[in-house]
């Protein structure tokens, strides 16, 4: 009997292993359905940003404007002052000295004076080395009613007005030599006083 004891633990055995197969085939996951192929859609290439797409970097332009041209001012140099080993020389004077030498000079005095005239002498001397042309201008205040001159020269006289006398010499005086005229003035109680005197341009000294 033994025999059938182990006949059955076989068949049990058996029966257990026909179940487990069976269990196992039943619970074996179902094949996975065929995976749908994916779609080529079309795919944007990738590139910059929005913004730099949208503004793109503008090349350099070349400068159409005209170059300036430099001031004249500006490109001149200043040119440097000159520099003086000595003092500035002195400005030439207007006139010319009473007596310088090379010009006429003359002198105008007074010899006698009253209320109702006046006695003056004028002596002009040539120191110019050839012999010149002369002309007294001179002029007097007030009112002075005539003019007589005389003297050992020939002169003219000329009134210009307003107490203003030119006596101009008819003929050039040599070098070194003077001529002395002699003035009469008639004139108003204190008119007649001298207020200028030129020969050639150059003041006449008070005698």
């Avoid at 006596?167 to 108003?188: C, Q």
Wanted: glycine fraction near 8%; charged fraction near 25%; aromatic fraction near 4%.
């Amino acid at each position: 009997m033994p025999w059938i004891v182990v006949l059955l633990g076989v068949a049990t055995l058996a029966t257990l292993l026909l179940v487990a197969s069976l269990s196992f085939r039943v619970r074996e996951p179902e094949p996975v359905a065929a995976s749908v192929p994916p779609l080529d859609l079309p795919i944007a290439p990738v590139g910059p940003s929005t913004s730099a797409s949208a503004s793109p970097t503008p090349e350099p332009t070349r400068s159409t404007a005209a170059p300036a041209r430099p001031s004249r001012m500006s490109t001149r140099p200043s040119p440097a002052a000159p520099r003086s080993s000595g003092p500035p020389p002195a400005a030439p004077s207007e006139k010319p000295g009473l007596f310088a030498a090379g010009a006429l000079t003359a002198t105008y005095r007074v010899r006698d004076a009253d209320r109702y005239g006046v006695v003056a002498e004028v002596q002009v001397h040539n120191d110019s080395g050839r012999a010149e042309e002369w002309t007294v201008r001179l002029r007097l205040d007030g009112r002075i009613r005539d003019v007589d001159v005389s003297g050992d020269g020939r002169v003219r006289v000329d009134y210009r007005g307003d107490g203003r006398y030119l006596l101009r010499g008819t003929n050039p005086l040599p070098d070194g030599e003077s001529v002395t005229l002699e003035l009469r003035f008639s004139r108003n109680d204190g008119d007649g006083r001298l207020v200028e005197c030129t020969v050639n341009g150059n003041d006449c000294a008070a005698g």
